[in-house]
């Protein structure tokens, strides 16, 4: 079975920085392009970064762009979300999957970003 357990988050000032992982279980993601997700309570989740096959290629939400960088390690099936100048707004459970996200794969536990201001 399939699973992707998110890590790295947790609560930090506005401005501050965190690096988020994912990590599959597969090695078959190395073939799909990935892609960083978020919830809010309350609202549906929503489109962060994306990154292609081979890193090659990369995708913003706007909200995002220029303070998150998404990377991949494909050798470690690693999936990477580095976030600088956090902002309140950016509170929420991240989660990651292919992008776009397959319905057989599921979504993992996340991981809490939250930032104070």
């Known amino acids: 079975q399939v699973q992707l357990v998110e890590s790295g988050g947790g609560l930090v000032q506005a401005g501050g920085s965190l690096r988020l992982s994912c990590a599959a279980s597969e090695r078959t993601f190395r073939f799909y392009a990935m892609g960083w997700f978020r919830q809010a309570p309350g609202k549906e989740r929503e489109f962060v970064a994306a990154?292609?096959?081979?890193?090659?290629?990369?995708n913003y939400a706007d909200s995002v762009k220029g303070r998150f960088t998404i990377s991949r390690d494909n050798a470690k099936n690693m999936v990477y979300l580095q976030m600088n100048s956090l902002k309140p707004d950016d509170t929420a459970v991240y989660y990651c999957?292919?992008?776009?996200?397959?319905?057989?794969?599921?979504w993992g536990q996340g991981t809490q970003v939250t930032v104070s201001s």
């Open positions: 999957n292919t992008q776009p996200p397959k319905s057989s794969t599921g």
């Open positions: 990154i292609n096959w081979n890193g090659g290629s990369t």
